[in-house]
């Protein structure tokens, strides 16, 4: 259920996406390309002029990462960016497109990522 109406999200913003220790590589200290590639379409982001690194940690493991990417790079990758908020969560977006099945686009949008603002830890 959405409480406000979606907005549009300009290519100056940011995105914030949760990192799980498994789609992190502690070998070679990087975010791995698991971390935007998915059969489904679609990832959960928070939009950044709504959100904070620690909302959007909220409720998650300690051991759970986070990065941040730029909107225009995203849809410089054919990619969607789009607002889609929940009643507890105004900032939830989508990165959507069948692209994030692709490996290629997914280690570009890792390697266009900010370093992570927190590292994942190791379980």
């Known amino acids: 259920m959405l409480t406000k109406r979606r907005e549009i999200i300009p290519d100056s913003g940011f995105l914030y996406k949760r990192v799980p220790p498994i789609q992190y590589n502690f070998d070679e200290d990087r975010v791995s390309t698991e971390a935007f590639k998915t059969s489904r379409h679609n990832q959960s982001v928070n939009w950044d002029r709504y959100s904070s690194p620690e909302h959007t940690l909220a409720g998650h493991p300690p051991s759970t990462g986070l990065i941040k990417i730029?909107?225009?790079?995203?849809?410089?990758?054919q990619l969607q960016v789009d607002h889609e908020p929940r009643w507890f969560n105004y900032a939830h977006s989508g990165i959507n497109g069948s692209k994030l099945s692709n490996r290629s686009v997914a280690k570009r949008l890792v390697n266009n990522s900010h370093p992570p603002l927190k590292k994942p830890v190791q379980d």
């Open 70 to 77: 730029n909107v225009k790079f995203v849809r410089d990758e």
